[in-house]
């Protein structure tokens, strides 16, 4: 098979931007092109001197004027609350008990788990996410077909079966036992295999006893090389009832620690309502906080406080957090952010948002040397981004003068209708994954 040779306006990030003028930590390339051979980028730069080099041997796409960036990455969301997204009018837990709990019970049928398996990825790349950190539910069979779906597709994705045995319904409920040993069986299976990353994950702290916090304690310990996905001071009436059932811990975070559930390798979702020792202590030892911006709003949970993460040390991500996130783009996550943070008087400009659903999602995950920008040895993950795909945003460009200013329209007005084409280990998949989503439509109209 022949390399490819992607052509357009490549963007890249070489480390976090420290202000809109910060033009060092990125490269961008007017006439740039994308050299991919094997699923790995092999050159980034000028497409003149690509083009010569590389000769007749390559195939050529050309995709200007669009933008080339690195594959979006997506830090926390759940798969089996793909159908659940616009479940009216419930905080958290009453959210969870009226309607996940529910959807989630239809995931120990493998058919049906594998059907929303596939659409979900599809719905990921339709929004040029191409790695994503997802929960499944307690049934073994939502992991097997998570992962099937995404070997299908070659995408790098990390996930793991929840572990819950208390405060849900009993058809959801697991025990420390059947938890260890079916997550123990999964990661064997699953973990390094292709591009499976697996991701020990105690739902959170109110639905596992502290015996099963034990046995997160020693997967952790037995696997090292495993993420760990949990919740955090998500919601006020979480923390109390959460703090209750641990009553020995200083506060919701000291319920992790004591359990050794604290590392570089762990993702805490939500992160709002935490005192200055509990982000001191994530600080610490490595742990990442998760913003998941369209979420906190629509369960009216509260406001991330990006800054005083920045002042203590504190390391985050961005997510969508679909169900109760409202939208898989990536984009449309981080017009919501920019007012979270705006309305704490709190800025985030195109620059840093545009890092942060790539280098900055990649870094969190420790996985920057494979994703999350354009280097040469990276995995040839790729999104290319039309800035003029509506015509409001078309109208928009018209006035647009600097690259900030477009990355700034493609936040703001963004959706999946700017994801030009997606790249999976240099593999085309946006009008492929279109093809799909249409003859399983078909096949449905015929039962």
Excluded at 83 to 96: D, M, N, R
Aim: charged residues 25%; aromatic residues 8%.
């Amino acid at each position: 098979m022949n390399d490819l040779l992607i052509r357009g306006r490549v963007l890249t990030f070489v480390r976090e931007p420290q202000g809109m003028e910060d033009s060092e930590s990125y490269r961008f390339y007017e006439d740039g092109a994308v050299l991919v051979g094997g699923g790995k980028i092999t050159a980034v730069g000028p497409y003149g001197d690509l083009a010569a080099a590389a000769g007749e041997r390559v195939q050529l796409i050309d995709h200007r004027p669009h933008l080339v960036l690195s594959g979006l990455i997506d830090t926390h969301l759940h798969f089996p609350q793909t159908q659940a997204i616009a479940s009216y009018g419930a905080q958290l837990l009453e959210w969870l008990n009226t309607y996940v709990f529910v959807e989630e019970q239809k995931f120990r049928e493998g058919k049906h788990a594998a059907f929303i398996a596939g659409r979900f990825m599809d719905e990921l790349l339709s929004n040029g996410t191409t790695t994503a950190v997802a929960y499944c539910s307690v049934h073994p069979e939502s992991v097997d077909a998570f992962f099937t779906a995404a070997e299908e597709r070659n995408m790098l994705m990390i996930g793991g079966k929840v572990m819950m045995d208390r405060n849900a319904p009993e058809a959801l409920r697991d025990t420390p036992q059947t938890g260890y040993d079916e997550t123990k069986r999964l990661i064997g299976k699953w973990h390094g295999r292709g591009r499976a990353h697996y991701a020990i994950s105690p739902r959170f702290a109110i639905t596992s006893t502290p015996e099963q916090m034990e046995i997160a304690r020693a997967l952790v310990a037995e696997h090292p090389a495993c993420y760990v996905q949990t919740h955090l001071s998500e919601n006020r009436d979480e923390i109390a009832f959460a703090t209750s059932l641990y009553p020995e811990a200083r506060d919701y975070t000291d319920i992790y620690a004591r359990y050794d559930l604290l590392g570089r390798k762990t993702l805490l979702g939500h992160c709002i309502y935490l005192s200055d020792r509990e982000i001191s202590v994530l600080a610490e030892a490595g742990a990442v906080g998760v913003f998941c911006p369209t979420s906190n709003l629509f369960l009216g949970s509260g406001l991330f406080d990006r800054d005083r993460f920045d002042r203590l040390g504190g390391r985050y991500a961005v997510a969508t957090d679909v169900g109760a996130g409202t939208s898989f783009s990536m984009l449309e996550t981080m017009d919501e952010a920019y007012k979270i943070l705006h309305l704490q008087g709190q800025r985030l400009s195109p620059l840093n948002s545009f890092y942060r659903m790539t280098l900055g999602n990649a870094q969190a995950l420790g996985l920057e040397h494979r994703i999350g920008s354009l280097h040469v040895g990276a995995d040839a993950d790729i999104v290319v981004l039309d800035s003029r795909a509506k015509s409001a945003m078309e109208l928009r460009m018209q006035v647009a003068s600097s690259l900030a200013e477009e990355l700034f329209v493609l936040q703001t007005m963004g959706d999946d209708r700017c994801v030009a084409e997606v790249y999976v280990a240099g593999k085309p998949m946006k009008r492929a994954t279109g093809r799909v989503v249409a003859a399983r439509e078909r096949e449905l109209e015929l039962i």
